[in-house]
């Protein structure tokens, strides 16, 4: 979240950051299928990270669609 502030500034930034967040979320969505069932606690930290990382994103795609 905070770089986005940080480099709002910069031409095209938000766009990088934008890949840069689906990247990540696909990268642990990814990591929870290869999880084995019992590792419960990575199940649910990877998703509270994944849904902090998808309520970023969709913070931020409501900035740039409300211009």
Known sequence: ?????????????????????IAAVLGMLWMMKKARPDQRALHWALALVAGGAIGLLAGLAAILFAR
């Open 1 to 21: 979240g905070s770089a986005f502030g940080l480099f709002s500034s910069r031409s095209g930034a938000r766009v990088f950051l934008t890949v840069v967040g």
